[in-house]
Structures are given as C-alpha cells and as structure tokens.
C-alpha cells in the first residue's frame, strides 16, 4: 500500500497558486518525499524531491513540516497546461531502493 | 540522448497469447520497475528489479513474468494467465541518489 494519502481531486484558477498536500504519517527519517505530475497518457514525470527542508526549482516549490508527516507542492502560477494527476510518494535514500509505490494521487484542474 | 525507453507504443493481442513489452534504459540506473495503469487509477506495482539477474513480485505480479538480464534492459511478458491484461504499462529506472525516469508507455489491448 502506498505511504501517502492525497485528496482525490482539486481545482485551480489559471494565474493563481496551486497547493497540492500529502500526508506521510508513517515517514521514516531517511525517506525522501518525491512528487511527480502525469500528464494524460504519458509517463510521470519528476517535479521536487525533499527531506527535511523546504525546497524550490523552477517547476514548483516544497513545503515540509517541521515533523515531516506532511508535504504541501505549490504551482506558484497554475497554467492550463498544469492540469494533470500529481502524486506524492515516500523513497529512501541511498543503498536499496526497494519498491517504489504510487497511490492514486490528486487529479488538478486549471480551469480559466 | 539519455532516456527510458519503451516500444511499441500500442499493441495489440488476441486473448490466449503471451505478449512481450519492451523497456530500455542507457542512464546506467541500478533498478527497474514496471507498473499497470488502468483508466482513471494511479499506478500498481508489477514487478521490480534492483540489480542484474534479481527481481522481486510487486503488488499485481499474478500473470506476469519479467527477466533482467542486463542491466539495460527489463523485458515484461503478459501471459495468458493474465485475466485483463487491457491496460497501460508504464516502465521506470532509478538510481539511489536519483529521481525515477519514466518511459512514455505502452498501451496493450487485447482483441
């Protein structure tokens, strides 16, 4: 079973922010959370990834609690090209990665 | 260029033959995955693989078979025993210290 829970569904206005949470209660203090976006029949592609710290690149930023139990991914401007389904997965780092498990993640909805 | 790469992109089966999927990678990742993606649903874990000639049964292994041979390439053969096998088949690689690399997929109907 997946480590996170993510809303089924959100919607967004075009030019606002968009903000994405997951919980990951059962973390472990080596696991990384990693968010991924799918576009509509195409492979996932890589977004962030972060450990303790708030984390920003050009796509999106990475909000992380202080207890690391949950994650917010922010879209600072939503496109309607960032409609997609986004998820949110825990992995650890270094050494054997194990499986990497998807849950159903968060259908975003840009609209204009 | 570096990349994941799956072929074909559709395909197309009768019901009772075995199917071969193709991945291959040239990002010199240590682990491969494969994963089923139905309409609508998030991705399930077929199988996966950490290190040449070693693979472990993901979530929904029932009906599958993979090999890794070389660490390029990790072939999934959807058999006969595989119920409903219609679907879309994702691959992906990874190192330790990297993100996961997706291919684009393969679509498989069974007709």
């Known amino acids: 079973d997946a480590k996170t829970t993510q809303p089924p569904s959100m919607d967004c206005a075009e030019g606002r922010a968009a903000n994405l949470p997951c919980n990951h209660s059962t973390i472990s203090g080596n696991e990384y959370v990693y968010w991924y976006r799918q576009i509509h029949s195409q492979g996932p592609q890589y977004i962030i990834h972060?450990?303790?710290n708030n984390e920003t690149n050009e796509m999106a930023s990475l909000i992380i609690t202080e207890d690391r139990k949950s994650s917010t991914l922010i879209l600072p401007h939503a496109t309607l090209r960032d409609t997609a389904v986004y998820y949110c997965?825990?992995?650890?780092?270094?050494?054997?990665?194990?499986?990497?498990?998807f849950g159903k993640g968060t259908k975003l909805s840009v609209k204009p | 260029d570096g990349g994941i790469t799956q072929s074909p992109k559709y395909l197309f089966r009768k019901e009772g033959q075995n199917v071969t999927l193709s991945c291959e990678q040239n990002l010199n990742h240590d682990a491969m995955y494969w994963y089923r993606q139905d309409p609508g649903q998030g991705l399930r874990l077929i199988y996966y693989s950490q290190i040449v000639n070693d693979f472990q049964k993901g979530d929904i292994a029932e009906g599958y078979s993979v090999s890794r041979e070389k660490k390029e390439s990790f072939p999934l053969t959807v058999t006969s025993a595989q119920k409903n096998p219609t679907a879309f088949y994702l691959c992906a690689s990874s190192n330790s210290n990297t993100e996961a690399f997706f291919g684009q997929g393969t679509r498989l109907t069974v007709v």
């Open positions: 972060g450990l303790k």
């Open positions: 997965i825990v992995r650890p780092s270094g050494g054997s990665q194990g499986n990497l498990i």
